[in-house]
């Protein structure tokens, strides 16, 4: 069954369907002819009582032909489908109920009538949902709500057909300065209001700027923009669809949740709420499942709180993590935390909120640490990193003096390539003739961005050995003339890993549109700057400080130095030395 409330400006208008009526009312019944669809004449249909003041039977008494399907409109925003229905009106309103049958044609018979419903379903408006959201009854100014800015997730977007938003969430307050911050949304059910202060600026989607609503839009966080806004009245409505629940605004103007994304029929389905959280879904302009976190204005998420204990043992390259300092609130509990050394090796897990964890290392290396302890409202993440100065006596060196394969978009991916400041996407090979028959490669596109780039980070603890082989090679797709970079660099550094970096390595696309393998040969070439304080070299292939576990990541840029306009080519075959301690395809 299907449970809804709507409400029109002023008066609570509200759920579905119809008539009060002790016995059957018939509306209009005669013969048919032919199997196309009936005329509103020729369409009859009856609105009995139900199992209470509440519930109505209605039965489509139009003698059909053919293959056809009846549909009802409920007057609410609610639907029902077949000849035989039943309607629920917890809240007194007027309601115009629609009959449509549709012949195999694919024409449409039509037929209206007017309910009223005179009657109020108290248990209904004593629903736990709708007190949680509300406030309830006794709420007389509502219950307020605003962005729950402080937690992951407060926007985001996913797949439609599913209820988690697995392409993006966003992070905590990553959208500061886009005026939906500040937003308070206040549902009351005192004639089902919905009040929405926006401080005169809202947030909204890129393709929702052309509403004419909005001006003087400024963008944040990308090609979304905060715009210059006033809400109208508005007004909200709560369904019930088989066990799922619904809200549903009714604005003059556009009506939201911090964050517009042109909610399809301004509904959005409730995927979790609680009496200080509610997290909200709905189906944006673009067809995709948009979300929003809501929190009870004023309320303060007790959070359990910990310090990480990392130290190394008495045990040859062996590190152990524990928490100290653990705090758990009243009526919070934490079912145990979890470890990942960022070696590679299995998740440690433990219930015991006392228990140390205890990993070996047998590369040295910089491995980042990660914690996750469970709470009962939440994960809770912290980090850390270990410094392994040796490999384990037990470990046994590999590395072959041969070019090896790092990237091929086929067969082998020792570490994915990203962008910064670019897109770096998987497409279809635009040309697959010699020497690149390759199904995939990769696209790189940069727009009016100075220095962006695509890389490769080896994973924790491997580093480029380039004392005996320092060529670097990757197949390359573009235009004559364009300037592809590649260069070495150490993320021990984090935001300065420019300043031990190679210098640039350029190679010059040849021919338009036609596959080039190009050449980065770093015999010869200097890393660091001797101004920065750091340590410099005029060859990092001579150098051990810098040829032998040092560098970590490949950086490729399109036309460096340039910020204007668009620049995109697309590359394949990434391939350099081997990397100790990796197996991985030999390069032909």
Not at 29 to 41: F, H, R
Not at 176 to 182: I, L, M
Not at 245 to 273: H, M, Q, W
Request: charge should be negative; hydrophobic fraction near 35%; proline fraction near 4%.
């Amino acid at each position: 069954m299907k449970n809804i409330i709507k409400s029109g400006f002023g008066i609570a208008l509200v759920m579905l369907m119809f008539l009060v009526a002790c016995d059957p009312n018939e509306f209009d019944k005669s013969e048919l002819n032919g199997s196309t669809a009936p005329t509103t004449e020729q369409m009859s249909f009856s609105v009995e009582q139900g199992e209470d003041a509440y519930h109505y039977n209605l039965e489509n008494l139009t003698p059909l032909s053919g293959i056809t399907t009846v549909k009802w409109d409920f007057g609410n925003g609610s639907t029902g489908e077949g000849n035989s229905v039943i309607a629920y009106y917890p809240l007194p309103g007027t309601y115009e109920l629609t009959l449509t049958i549709t012949a195999a044609d694919g024409s449409e018979g039509i037929k209206t009538a007017t309910i009223d419903q005179t009657e109020t379903d108290y248990e209904f408006l004593d629903s736990p949902v709708l007190t949680m959201i509300s406030g309830g009854a006794s709420a007389s100014e509502g219950k307020t709500w605003v962005v729950d800015s402080l937690t992951s997730g407060h926007f985001g977007i996913g797949d439609p057909a599913l209820n988690t938003p697995n392409w993006w969430a966003a992070t905590p307050l990553q959208k500061t300065g886009s005026g939906s911050y500040d937003d308070e949304f206040t549902f009351k059910l005192v004639d089902f209001i919905f009040d929405y202060v926006n401080n005169g600026n809202s947030y909204a989607k890129d393709f929702r700027l052309d509403d004419s609503n909005y001006s003087n839009p400024v963008e944040v966080d990308g090609t979304d923009a905060k715009v210059d806004f006033t809400p109208a009245d508005a007004n909200w409505s709560f369904s019930e669809v088989d066990g799922t629940y619904y809200i549903t605004l009714s604005s003059e103007k556009p009506s939201f949740f911090g964050f517009d994304y042109g909610a399809v029929n301004n509904e959005y389905r409730i995927e979790s709420i609680t009496e200080t959280n509610m997290t909200l879904s709905c189906i944006g302009g673009d067809g995709n499942r948009w979300y929003n976190g809501l929190v009870l204005k004023g309320y303060v998420k007790p959070i359990v709180s910990f310090n990480l204990d990392v130290e190394a043992t008495g045990e040859e390259n062996t590190w152990a993590v524990s928490l100290a300092d653990l705090v758990i609130p009243d009526g919070l509990f934490v079912n145990g935390f979890s470890v990942d050394f960022g070696d590679g090796g299995e998740l440690m897990e433990t219930e015991d909120v006392n228990a140390t964890l205890e990993n070996t290392y047998m590369r040295k290396g910089t491995y980042p640490v990660t914690v996750t302890v469970k709470a009962s409202n939440e994960d809770l993440v912290s980090t850390s990193s270990i410094v392994v100065e040796n490999h384990h006596s037990t470990y046994e060196p590999f590395l072959l003096d041969m070019m090896v394969m790092y990237v091929d978009n086929s067969e082998v991916e020792l570490s994915p390539v990203l962008g910064q400041d670019c897109a770096v996407s998987l497409v279809e090979n635009p040309d697959r003739i010699y020497p690149n028959k390759g199904a995939n490669v990769l696209h790189y596109s940069k727009e009016n961005q100075e220095w962006a780039n695509a890389y490769m980070q080896l994973p924790a603890g491997y580093r480029f050995d380039i004392g005996n082989n320092s060529v670097f090679k990757v197949m390359v797709y573009g235009k004559a003339g364009q300037q592809v970079l590649l260069k070495l660099e150490n993320t021990d550094k984090g935001g300065n890993a420019w300043q031990t970096g190679t210098y640039d390595v350029i190679y010059t696309i040849q021919e338009d549109d036609t596959w080039e393998q190009a050449e980065f040969d770093f015999s010869g070439v200097a890393a660091g700057y001797d101004w920065t304080g750091d340590q410099f070299t005029s060859d990092v292939t001579t150098d051990t400080r810098f040829s032998q576990d040092f560098y970590n990541v490949i950086r490729i840029m399109l036309n460096p130095g340039n910020k204007d306009g668009v620049h995109e080519f697309y590359f394949d075959d990434l391939a350099g030395p081997h990397v100790e301690g990796v197996k991985s395809g030999k390069l032909n």
